[in-house]
């Protein structure tokens, strides 16, 4: 099994930055694919941005130029950068990791998840 646990959330203005963090615990090896998710309320969770162990990385549209996936292997964390944040970018963001290396953009192939941590942005 794997844990994942977030951090790093909380509340900024419109333009402002947060760095989301997810330290993975347990059986590490076994992840290829770590990436992030974000649920608004009345809203359906939604990919956010992946990144595999070869270094690929994928992003929704969304975030694009402004969201960056890294990942540190020595300390089994994965960190999202986000910069001008937009009110729209309000939800709840939850870290995801998968055996395979498909980047996908489906929660349902995500094997593994953290408890989220909130994002709120005021305009």
């Known amino acids: 099994q794997v844990q994942l646990v977030e951090s790093g959330g909380g509340s900024v203005e419109a333009g402002g930055s947060l760095r989301l963090s997810c330290a993975a615990s347990?059986?590490?090896?076994?992840?290829?694919?770590t990436g992030w998710f974000r649920q608004a309320p009345g809203k359906q969770r939604e990919f956010v941005a992946a990144?595999?162990?070869?270094?690929?990385?994928n992003y929704a549209d969304s975030v694009k130029g402004r969201f960056t996936i890294s990942r540190d292997n020595a300390k089994n964390t994965v960190t999202l950068q986000m910069n001008s944040l937009k009110p729209e970018d309000t939800a709840f963001y939850y870290c995801?990791?998968?055996?395979?290396?498909?980047?996908?953009?489906?929660?349902?192939?995500?094997?593994?998840w953290g408890q989220g941590t909130q994002v709120t942005v005021s305009s």
């Open positions: 995801a990791a998968r055996k395979g290396i498909i980047m996908s953009k489906m929660a349902d192939d995500y094997d593994y």
């Open positions: 347990g059986r590490t090896l076994t992840i290829i694919t």
């Open positions: 990144r595999n162990s070869g270094g690929s990385t």
